[in-house]
């Protein structure tokens, strides 16, 4: 299996400050790699960077392959190929990232024409198809819904179809099931594993919910103040931490082991933030 | 720091404005109704600083007690549109959604009425204008702007928890619409009245540049720019220092207004 | 069918505005304290005058009458006669009309035209140089008068330079390029102050739909940023502008009264100036109501587009409705 996306030395500032110290990270073909950490630590500013959509105040250097093409220094046109066709990504918010003035079906037919140049009466036939495959009940009528008709869930799977209707190599997940009531969340989850194994499509998830990783991916790597403190098989991580920090991410995770009467446990009750800083 | 500088620079000139008008009731350099055909369209000099107009009269003089009518047109027509305006928005907003959307609904026939339009039907009925007809016209015709922007900000406070708690405990409507409504929505209103004066202004001016507001004999800056323009071909610098004087003017209240609702809505602030 | 019903509903409403307002200008010109005959013939006139004007304006009949009257003629096109030549109103102002209807129409074409591209230029550069200087220029531009942009264009372009006429008016039909070289500086006065209100909505609204998540979908599916702008953003963003673009639209109408009197062009805002003047009260009355109708159909036309374009409010109206 060789690899289909491979970050070297990727730095990332803003204005005076850098939000990534240089990170290395490696994806396989089909591969499911799970980013976790909390808000700040410089996954979604990965994410971004690797699809072309950081603002344009960002400085960028190092190196992002996918694919064997370099997209550090790629013109806007040349992502835009790349973008919704080899890599697609699922954000954090189905509830605003349709437009609410177009109808559901149209959005998703706009991705397939756009790379594919389909013709119309075909890319509905494609749309539908999609649509019930990512279990829409009565994707007819879905696809000539606008986003406001639809429930959160349904407009994640609408997104998901549109995410995965060209079949791109690559799929970004940010956060995508944080903002889903729980019971749905799972429904989701589980849709998306069947998707991207029914696609062959390898997976950069990023979430700070350890629980959530472990059910779609097969490695993961912990992000802390835009820096790698450790990466493995996930079960490895899960069992046998090496970094603190990554500890105590695991400990406050699991609430079940909680005794009753005694504080909750905090990250800083493992790690001070200093000690085995790489 | 930076972040504040459309309001200190508003302030600064808006100030400069009121002093202006202060000034004029205890001094002017001369009389500013002189009529003296022999210095008539003067350059700027030591004795008249700013040059005089096509009537001999000073032009600094008659811009100081310009600077008067443009205030008091301005504060008395926004005071006019706020004290009606942000009552019936009150209303509107503490009333039951439908019952509000209609009030709205009837204050919105008076943007069918322009301040212009209003001043120049006010000026026809009475025969010519005055400076009350133009202060009456254009504070009827800021009426909706200031329903409406009391309207949307009384109806998010009434939907708060401290509304709830003051009803629960069984206080009045008008106490509830004093006590909290009301100190609640100011913020909102003072922009308001803020980008309001700056409207009122330029309205005066229109309104006296056409003979419609206040008339000839006292002086307006709009006046003025009417005068100069009959001497656009042989003096065209004529009119440059009325027509400074009221853009610094709205500038004035338009940079106020932007630094109130700057330093008012935080989300803002970041994206400026 | 319910979209329909929506429209419907917003014409019905108009109608009522429009018979309100009439109602208001009647008694505004009628019933205010003074006596319309004598404000006609003004402060030096002899009683038996004011009396013969009374009785050949029939100003001696109930006022309600005189108001279902008035609103009869309005309705067939003729409202009333010049007090003073005793000519047929419909005859005075129809031709004037057409004047006022080229300069603002264009004017607000220009304005939109200068807007939308700067204004989401300096959207897209707010963080920029050139973006804070436009918008630092529409400041200044918005603290401006009409008719002083008017006199200043009039200095440069037809004082100093002497490309264009300083006044005057041609019609369309006579000489099409003399009567552009005469609407290009008024039409230029207007659409520059109104052109810099815009940008600055046009900038918000934009700024608005750059930091929304759907805009972000559009770029993260493979739209190039111009292209998803288009698609994306164009929609949304007019939804926004839209409302103040049409109040501004009837703003403009009324600006063009006295852009009309810095060039001297003969529409209906020099036709009223005249009229008020020369207290010729049944013309004034009866542009007045003009220029209130307009405002108030442009104002439902810009509340049907704003319903057509967003589905949410449909949605609301199919709730209501139902």
Known sequence: ?278 | MRRSHPLVVGAVLVGLICILAVVSFFWTPHDPGLVDASIALQPPSRTYPLGTDGFGQDIFSRILVGARICMLVGVMAVTIGALLGVPIGILAGMSRRHVGRRIMRWADIFYAFPALLLAILLAAANGTGSTMTAMIAIGISSIPAFARVANTASRSVMSRDFVAAARSSGIGWTAIAWRHVLPNILPVVLVQVSSALGRAILAEAALSYLGVGTQPTTPTWGRMLYDAQKFVYDHPAQIAVPAVFIAITVLGFNLLGDGLREALDPRLRQEA | MRALGAIARQLLSLAGSLLIASFIVFALINALPGDVAATILGPNSDPASIAALRERMGLDRPLLLRYVEWLGGLLTGQPGSSALSGAPIGSIIGPKLAVTAWLATLSMLMGVVLAVPTGLYSAVRRKRADGVIISGLTQVAMAVPHFLVGLVLMIVFAVTLRWLPANGYTPLTSNPLQWLRHLVLPVAAIAVVEAAMLIRYVRSAFIDVLNEDYFRTARAVGWRFVPAVIRHGLRNASLEVITVAGLQLASLFVGSIVVENVFLLPGLGSQLLTAVNQRDLPVVQAIVMIFVAIVLVINTVVDICYHLLDPRVRAQDEETSS
């Open chain 1, 1 to 278: 299996m060789g690899a289909l996306l491979r970050i070297r030395d990727l730095r990332i500032g803003f204005g005076r400050a850098e939000a990534l110290h240089g990170i290395d990270l490696t994806v396989g073909e089909g591969a499911r790699v799970g980013i976790i950490g909390e808000s700040g630590s410089g996954k979604s500013v990965t994410a971004l960077a690797t699809m072309g959509l950081l603002p344009d105040t960002a400085r960028v250097s190092g190196s992002i392959e996918l694919g064997g093409r370099q997209l550090v220094g790629l013109s806007d046109t040349g992502f835009a190929r790349l973008r919704g066709d080899v890599v697609s990504m699922i954000f954090q918010e189905p509830m605003t990232a349709l437009d609410p003035t177009m109808r559901v079906g149209r959005q998703v037919a706009e991705v397939l024409r756009l790379h594919q140049g389909a013709p119309a009466g075909r890319a509905r036939e494609r749309v539908i198809e999609m649509l019930s495959q990512v279990g829409l009940p009565d994707p007819e009528r879905i696809s000539m819904s606008f986003p406001h008709q639809l429930s959160g869930g349904q407009r994640q799977r609408a997104l998901i179809a549109m995410a995965l209707i060209n079949q791109p190599e690559l799929v970004i997940c940010d956060e995508p099931t944080t903002a889903l009531d729980v019971t749905v969340q799972a429904r989701v989850l589980r849709l998306l594993d069947e998707q991207l194994d029914a696609a062959g499509a390898a997976c950069l998830f990023i979430s700070h919910d350890l629980a959530v990783v472990s059910q779609v991916c097969d490695e993961v790597l912990v992000m802390y103040r835009g820096t790698i403190v450790e990466s493995g098989p996930i079960a490895q991580v899960l069992e046998n931490p090496q970094h603190p920090y990554t500890a105590g991410l695991i400990a406050t995770a699991r609430i079940d082991q909680i005794e009753p009467g005694r504080p909750l446990p905090v990250i800083e009750n493992f790690w001070d933030g200093k000690e085995g800083r790489p």
